[in-house]
């Protein structure tokens, strides 16, 4: 899902889970990425039923472009 620049992920990710439930039922466990960390993993987890993981990257050098497993 893509929203205009000036939602953040966190504030977009309610909406997001409500797509998802609504299309895939049988989605248990999202994967994403470092905008979705803190609270947001609780509330997914009880709103919706869904494991939330976020996959992080773990190299310092952030210059050149590396696909990340599972992203």
């Not at 953040?8 to 960390?37: E, H």
């Not at 009880?46 to 992080?56: E, P, T």
């Amino acid at each position: 899902m893509v929203t205009v620049a000036h939602i953040q992920d966190s504030k977009a990710v309610v909406w997001l889970m409500r797509i998802l439930q609504d299309s895939f039922a049988s989605i248990q466990t999202v994967l994403a990425d470092g905008g979705y960390q803190g609270d947001i993993i609780e509330t997914v987890k009880l709103k919706f039923g869904y494991f939330l993981k976020v996959v992080m990257r773990k190299d310092s050098n952030k210059t050149s472009f590396k696909t990340i497993h599972k992203r």
